[in-house]
């Protein structure tokens, strides 16, 4: 496991833990803060409660040695005993659930601890911690460095569906990252997509048409993305949606 300061353009890599300051996420720091104090809300299991609620944790020690495990609500997590018999394990003693109550699985989504939030699922941070409006930003900026690299016929239409879709955000962040998009030109694209049989519908002044169509939205985005590639040893081709560069 390694741990990376948070950055809204860096694609994680597998056993990478995202850091971020509590200072960056207050609304975070002010939740802990009110459980270690005993300052929150019982939560009623009404169905008010319920759709308002977007995570749910424990807290392991006591004061600045404390770390708050939180994972992001879904309702399978729901323990309701007018559903199933749950029963409560304490002091080698089994008990009925006479309430609502949350089940964990051990696989948190944050960890809060040290002055520091720390994210095995980064995209948590930026769906429900704030940063969303931040990574929108990011991508009209993005988008917009794309459409200054290739000719869009429909370049407008192009960066809003990138604002609009958190996927097509990520994804342009990934390909604006990358030490290879400086040298990105038109040709070449067309040329890969050539290559791989992949088509790019093109207008009478042979520039690049985007279509927000969910069958067709991301085939230019998977070529700029480098997301066909070919086994040298093999000789085959592939499309791969997770790399790692050696």
């Not at 939560?43 to 759709?51: L, M, P, V």
């Not at 869009?152 to 990520?170: G, Q």
Request: hydrophobic share 40%.
């Amino acid at each position: 496991t390694r741990v990376v300061s948070y950055d809204p353009d860096h694609r994680p890599e597998p056993g990478e833990v995202a850091a971020v300051p509590l200072t960056d996420v207050p609304g975070l720091t002010e939740l802990c803060q009110a459980a270690n104090k005993e300052g929150l809300a019982a939560f009623s299991g009404s169905a008010e409660d319920r759709r308002r609620l977007i995570l749910y944790g424990i807290t392991l020690g006591t004061g600045d040695e404390s770390i708050v495990c939180l994972q992001q609500f879904t309702p399978k997590f729901t323990l309701r005993p007018d559903k199933l018999l749950f029963l409560i394990h304490r002091d080698g003693i089994y008990s009925e659930l006479e309430e609502d109550g949350f089940a964990f699985d051990l696989e948190f989504d944050l960890f809060v601890a040290g002055g520091f939030a720390f994210a095995l699922d980064k995209s948590v941070l930026e769906r429900v911690l704030g940063f969303e409006v931040a990574i929108r930003n990011e991508a009209h900026k993005h988008a917009q460095s794309i459409v200054a690299k290739l000719q869009i016929a429909n370049a407008n239409d192009f960066v809003e569906a990138c604002v609009k879709d958190f996927r097509l955000a990520r994804k342009v962040a990934a390909i604006v990252d990358r030490s290879t998009f400086a040298s990105l030109t038109l040709a070449r694209v067309r040329a890969h997509a050539k290559s791989y049989n992949v088509a790019l519908t093109l207008d009478r002044q042979n520039r690049i048409v985007f279509s927000n169509d969910s069958a067709e939205r991301w085939t230019l985005l998977k070529l700029l993305d480098d997301d066909y590639l070919e086994s040298p040893m093999t000789n085959s081709r592939y499309e791969v949606n997770s790399k790692l560069a050696r």
